[in-house]
């Protein structure tokens, strides 16, 4: 699982560094990581505080501007 999470994450990491494209897999990992932060903060209280960067926030809001072509 960790390695799983590992790859969700090089992939943000790779588009944040304008090593790929920004796209619907960047999108998809966003989200996976983004449940899987939920689903840690319901387990654990430890988490509760625990947020996105600025950063990914706004990468995430861009999800909405993506044009369908």
Same mark, same amino acid.
């Given at each position: 699982?960790?390695?799983?999470? %590992?790859?969700?994450?090089?992939?943000?990491? +790779?588009? =944040?560094?304008?090593?790929?494209?920004?796209?619907?897999?960047? =999108?998809?990992? @966003?989200?996976? @990581?983004?449940?899987?932060?939920?689903? @840690?903060?319901?387990?654990?209280? +430890? =988490? %509760?505080?625990?947020?996105? %960067? %600025?950063?990914?926030?706004?990468?995430?809001?861009?999800?909405?501007?993506?044009?369908?072509?």
């Amino acid at each position: 699982m960790i390695e799983m999470d %590992s790859d969700y994450c090089q992939i943000v990491n +790779s588009s =944040f560094r304008g090593e790929r494209a920004v796209d619907e897999q960047t =999108f998809a990992s @966003l989200e996976i @990581l983004a449940e899987r932060l939920e689903h @840690l903060k319901k387990a654990n209280k +430890s =988490f %509760s505080k625990v947020v996105f %960067s %600025s950063a990914v926030e706004r990468l995430r809001s861009q999800k909405n501007m993506v044009a369908v072509g």
